[in-house]
């Protein structure tokens, strides 16, 4: 199996500049809001749009490439795509809507293990219409995967089916996926999701791709700041970048912090103003009863505002003492919260890691 | 019951359904598939014949095919045959005139399909000509017998451009509504009512046939 490698601009319907790249057997969330153009991304490596220029690599062989006007059709490039809407084929049933998307030197008999694959054996006979959004999303998977594709292509897959069979289809993809080689393109809006899912984001807003890299990576340190919007960012703040004693610190409101990420240009500078962020997991609480040396760093005090508990995760919104009122949220687990008896008004406090505050340029 | 004039009739609305049917369906992929900015103005002269006075369109007809006229001088050139006034002519009048009722439908189903149904096909490996083979047509049969009924059913019972382009040649041109006509001319009330009874029951029979395949066409994409 060979990646995928896209690099593609579009002016017409919708205005695209898109760079993304996903290796074989790796699973890359697209993620951005509803027209941000992840759908048409997905119909320009399909083949079923035209970009306006660029190149498109896939299945080792160049797709598209406008400089040598080149440009192979869906059927050439062997692509699986799974629709929104799933889009089975109302007159066949399941069986027949597999084995038409198998090559004709193909057994008969890969539809019954494509089935068995996606848990849908002993639906053979049944048409799309008698199939639940679930068992549709199931057939329209096996359909995709049927071609043996050089690339498999997710289009929202999971919108159309309620919560409950969502999480069961997430499971079931989960596990399917250690069995796929090509490389998978997930597109979604739903974070969540991508992060359960993928090994790789790439997040895209009004048609322009702003970062790829590692779920992590992108959720925790975002390049800048459309990024760490568009991954819904919860700590984000504006600080000052200082230099003391040969070492970057973060000024914040009457706090300096400790940081270890690098400055963000190798050019030196004495001051920068700077976005910076935080995940509320990375957030440490300090104990009352057995103080920790991590205490030490970067530790503020906060009054507790709010506390949501949801799946056994208790999100704090605390005030941070000289901070003229801004607040943070940190997550902690339940049973932290019962056994350290926080209560609301109550001052705690906390460290913010050093290696866990993300700077980002004012600068876009 | 003058049964030559239905022999006729019946001859004329089977072959005129036939040939409209490959044409119908090649017309109506054209106009759902074609980026043609043109492809509006196309439509609307596929659908004339609906709103044109059969009347006129029988005199346009019958001034294309006289001799005198180049398009009319050459097919008598090429073939040795005059189309006016004979059942060949009948027969290309009653295509042309019937056109709307096989294309509008077949048009309306096409539409009905949602692209990504002929995209996902695509993705399958599916050459765009197999995709219309295997996935719109399964889709659209019963339009297809609709525009197959509505268009023996419109030459069946066609009237004005029958008789501009046939005239009322027994066994030849001479099919049952203008046989009704006659019957009427001669008073002879009994035979009229009898062929006026042969056609309202077909076409009783058939406008039947067409609203219960559109309802089962419509429950297919429900």
């Known amino acids: ?364 | 019951m003058d049964w030559q004039a239905f022999q006729v009739s019946f001859k004329l609305a089977t072959l005129t359904s036939l040939c409209l049917l490959p044409i119908g369906l090649l017309t109506a992929r054209w106009l759902n598939h074609s980026q043609y900015r043109g492809r509006h103005f196309v439509e609307a002269l596929t659908a004339l014949p609906l709103v044109l006075p059969p009347t006129v369109l029988g005199y346009f007809l019958l001034t294309l095919m006289d001799t005198q006229h180049p398009l009319g001088g050459f097919i008598v050139q090429t073939t040795g045959q005059h189309l006016a006034f004979s059942f060949s002519g009948l027969l290309v009048a009653s295509v042309i005139s019937s056109l709307p009722f096989a294309v509008q439908p077949l048009l309306r189903a096409m539409e009905h399909i949602p692209n990504n149904i002929r995209e996902a096909a695509w993705c399958c490996g599916l050459s765009p000509w197999h995709t219309f083979m295997r996935i719109e047509v399964p889709l659209i049969w019963p339009s297809m017998l609709t525009a197959w009924i509505l268009t023996f059913c419109h030459t069946l019972g066609e009237f004005g451009v029958v008789l501009m382009i046939g005239g009322n040649i027994a066994g030849e041109t001479r099919t049952l509504s203008v046989a009704i006509y006659d019957s009427v001319l001669a008073f002879e009330r009994d035979q009229a009512l009898n062929m006026s009874l042969v056609l309202l029951t077909i076409s009783l029979i058939t406008v039947s046939c067409v609203y219960s395949l559109n309802r089962r066409n419509y429950r297919m994409f429900r």
């Open chain 1, 1 to 364: 199996m060979h990646p995928l490698r896209v690099n593609i601009t579009l002016n017409n319907p919708t205005q695209l500049d898109v760079e993304l790249s996903c290796e074989p057997g790796q699973m890359l969330a697209l993620v951005g809001p509803s027209g941000s153009g992840k759908s048409t991304t997905l119909r320009c490596i399909a083949g079923l749009q035209k970009p306006s220029s660029g190149v498109i690599e896939g299945g080792g062989q160049c797709w598209f490439d406008s400089q040598q006007r080149l440009a192979l059709s869906p059927q050439q490039r062997r692509v699986g795509i799974v629709f929104q809407d799933y889009a089975l084929f109302p007159h066949l049933n399941v069986a027949d809507n597999v084995r038409l998307a198998l090559d004709s030197h193909m057994d008969a008999s890969v539809v019954e293990q494509l089935l068995v694959q996606v848990h849908l054996s002993g639906l053979a006979s049944r048409y799309p219409a008698q199939l639940s959004g679930g068992q549709q999303q199931r057939v329209a998977l096996a359909r995709a995967l049927a071609r043996n594709p050089n690339v498999l292509l997710l289009d929202e897959p999971f919108s159309a089916v309620d919560k409950v069979t969502r999480r069961k289809l997430y499971l079931e993809l989960h596990a399917l996926r250690q069995q796929l080689a090509m490389p998978v393109i997930l597109v979604t809006h739903d974070l969540d999701e991508a992060a359960m899912l993928a090994d790789q984001m790439c997040v895209i807003h009004q048609g322009i791709t702003l970062q790829q890299g590692t779920i992590d990576e992108v959720m925790q340190r975002p390049k800048n700041l459309s990024v760490a919007r568009q991954v819904d960012v919860r700590n984000l703040f504006e600080g000052t970048l200082v230099q003391t004693d040969n070492a970057y610190k973060l000024r914040w409101h009457n706090h300096l912090f400790e940081l270890v990420q690098a400055p963000l240009s190798a050019r030196a500078c004495i001051e920068a103003e700077v976005y910076w962020t935080i995940a509320p997991a990375k957030i440490l609480l300090h104990q009352q009863r057995r103080p920790s040396k991590g205490d030490q760093e970067n530790a503020v005090n906060a009054v507790v505002d709010q506390m949501i508990t949801m799946r056994g995760i208790a999100t704090l919104l605390v005030t941070v003492e000289g901070s003229l009122g801004q607040q943070l949220q940190l997550d902690v687990p339940e049973h932290v919260l019962h056994r350290n008896q926080i209560t609301l008004g109550q001052t705690i406090g906390v460290s913010l890691l050093a290696q866990a505050i993300h700077i980002m340029p004012r600068t876009a």
